[in-house]
């Protein structure tokens, strides 16, 4: 599993993982995806259009409104993770930043 995988794990545990209780590993991470939409669809009224008709059915904007709910959980989270990342990479090497960066990449690193 390369970096990128285990971040996305990571931060769809620490977003989607706590919302609905469960641990998200890579054998489940699709499940967990397709239950979360299916929860997001019935919030905006269009579980019973999908059930009805299928995904494949359904128009880019009603498929744009559950995929744009659930980017802006994972996604965002994932963005300001690797902007942090990054940050700290870039940062001015002097006595105060080295030991600040090197806490602060700890806590972001991926496990």
Do not use: F, S
């Amino acid at each position: 599993m390369d970096g990128l995988e285990k971040l996305k794990l990571r931060v769809a545990n620490e977003t989607l993982g706590q919302e609905m209780k469960k641990e998200i590993n890579a054998a489940n991470y699709e499940r967990v995806l397709d239950e979360k939409k299916l929860e997001v669809a019935e919030e905006l009224g269009l579980k019973e259009k999908i059930e009805n008709v299928g995904w494949e059915n359904m128009t880019t904007k009603e498929v744009g409104k559950i995929g744009g709910r659930m980017g802006g959980q994972i996604g965002g989270q994932m963005v300001k993770k690797l902007v942090a990342m990054a940050e700290n990479q870039m940062a001015t090497a002097d006595d105060t930043t080295i030991p600040a960066n090197k806490e602060q990449l700890e806590e972001t690193r991926w496990k």
